[in-house]
Nanobody, 124 residues
Framework: QVQLVESGGGLAQAGGSLRLSCAAS????????MGWFRQAPGKERESVAAIRWSASSSYYADSVKGRFTISRDNAKNTVFLQMNSLKPEDTAVYYC?????????????????WGQGTQVTVSS
């Protein structure tokens, strides 16, 4: 069992930055693919970024490429999402997720564990 707790959300102005953190419990965190998803009001949950267990591969949605960076610290059981050049359309609840089996990074059904989410609001 893995428990995920996100933090770092809040209010930012367009062009600003926020850094999300996701702290994970569990001894096998280092073997999981970790992903970030987001869901805006009235919209479906969408993938944002993911990173494999070894951090050798990371993936990004086209909408955030060049602006967001995902990283992980396996020693601290934590994954991060650095968000720069924020836009109002980045406003959403952001969720951290863990995948045991290294499936399709962009598919929410590949993930086994989810955090409660943290709100990110970007004002124009």
């Amino acid at each position: 069992q893995v428990q995920l707790v996100e933090s770092g959300g809040g209010l930012a102005q367009a062009g600003g930055s926020l850094r999300l953190s996701c702290a994970a419990s569990g001894r096998t965190f280092s073997r999981y693919t970790m992903g970030w998803f987001r869901q805006a009001p009235g919209k479906e949950r969408e993938s944002v970024a993911a990173i494999r267990w070894s951090a050798s591969s990371s993936y990004y949605a086209d909408s955030v490429k060049g602006r967001f960076t995902i990283s992980r610290d396996n020693a601290k059981n934590t994954v991060f999402l650095q968000m720069n050049s924020l836009k109002p359309e980045d406003t959403a609840v952001y969720y951290c997720a863990a995948d045991r089996d290294g499936g399709s990074w962009y598919s929410s059904t590949a993930y086994d564990y989810w955090g409660q989410g943290t709100q990110v609001t970007v004002s124009s």
